[in-house]
């Protein structure tokens, strides 16, 4: 058994990056070996954060050993959190990566570890080339690349990024694992009632934070296309400005079919999200991987997704849900032809695919490239 650091955002950091390494941690514990995280003390300056908060609300996990220790704008904690891991002598080191901001703490962090001759690092990289671009972006990616020894990635396409950066390195693919740690699924009309939901109304979800990057806009100008009676639930927090989004939902005279939830949705309260809509819609104008994707496999729930990135590798079209191009006519169809099927028509392929999205098929592959 190995001892393991996962370096990355955990509690009380809240959001996808935050579940996706507390779960890691328990998988790599059930499995026998040692694990802790090191997470941010500070992980943005308050400036750089777009939401309205980087904290959960939720309770501390019990059963994870999580050091809130790195501070990504301080260059003299970075050299403090390295020395530290470095004496540590982990077997294997697993860091996240998902923005060029955090290359040059990580980077940093990473070059005092691989002093001790013994630690084999690996990189999780969410993304390569962000969705949003920024200057420094090249050359910090670069910085934190050259620290890992090994890479593994969750879509083709950023695995086809990395390799314009790094040619030589190991790096292995392998699905975003099922986030099965929002507890079972709960009837339709179980979840309606539980978030004060019309118990008669169809319900389209688009969930997660709200960028621009996702399409939401895109969504919201298909509703003057769709022949189908439904409410567009929205269920996200912006990370943007809001305004121009209250402006659009105005000028299309659609405000009575859409129901907005744009606070932050706590773990507590996602599985009623994904369990109240007869479909979740992905309008993304571009994508690497999506967390909602397997959040749909693990509740069993059919998706509308764009022709984009990993989407419609991960959703076969017309098995597990429906593949169409990003645009408003084409995602107003996607949705008319929802449906004019039979909701249960996705059920069996639904159920039998996510049986591929294991944690333990992610530790075995980090452990193993190491």
Not at 139 to 147: A, E, P
Request: net charge positive.
């Amino acid at each position: 058994m190995a001892s393991v650091i996962i370096i990355g955002p955990a509690h009380p950091l809240r959001g996808g990056l935050a579940t996706f390494d507390e779960r890691l941690c328990r998988q790599f514990l059930n499995e026998g070996h040692q694990c802790s995280i090191y997470s941010f003390s500070l992980q943005y300056p308050s400036f750089l954060f777009p939401g309205t908060t980087q904290y959960s609300s939720e309770p501390a996990p019990i059963d994870i050993d999580i050091h809130s220790a790195i501070n990504s704008i301080n260059p003299l904690n970075w050299i403090k959190v390295g020395n530290e891991l470095s004496k540590k002598r982990p077997d294997l080191i697993v860091v996240r990566y998902w923005l060029p901001f955090m290359g040059p703490a990580l980077g940093t962090i990473l070059r005092r570890v691989r002093k001790n001759k013994h630690t084999k690092i690996v990189a999780i990289t969410d993304n390569i080339i962000p969705h949003e671009k920024r200057p420094g972006d090249h050359s910090f990616t670069k910085y934190f690349l050259k620290s890992c020894d090994d890479f593994v990635t969750m879509s083709e396409k950023v695995l086809n990024d990395l390799r314009t950066f790094e040619k030589a390195k190991p790096a292995a693919q392998v699905l975003h694992p099922l986030y099965d740690n929002f507890g079972d699924a709960v009837s339709l009309p179980a979840a309606k009632q539980q978030l004060n939901l019309p118990a008669n109304e169809k319900i389209v979800l688009f969930f997660g934070f709200i960028r621009q990057y996702k399409g939401l806009d895109i969504l919201l100008e298909a509703m003057r296309y769709t022949k189908s009676s439904f409410k567009l639930l929205v269920a996200g927090e912006f990370y943007e400005d809001e305004k121009k989004y209250q402006e659009q939902i105005t000028q299309l005279n659609i405000k009575d079919k859409i129901i907005l939830r744009t606070n932050f949705i706590p773990d507590s309260e996602v599985k009623y999200y994904i369990c109240a809509a007869n479909v979740v819609v992905q309008p993304y104008r571009s994508a690497t991987q999506s967390g909602v994707t397997p959040l749909c496999y693990h509740f069993e729930k059919p998706m509308i997704v764009t022709n984009v990135g990993s989407l419609p590798v991960m959703v076969p079209d017309m098995k597990a849900g429906i593949v169409c191009e990003p645009t408003p006519q084409s995602i107003a169809a996607a949705i008319d032809k929802f449906f004019s099927i039979n909701e249960n028509y996705f059920t069996t392929f639904l159920q039998e695919e996510k049986k591929k999205y294991s944690w333990a098929k992610l530790t075995s592959t980090l452990v193993k490239i190491a």
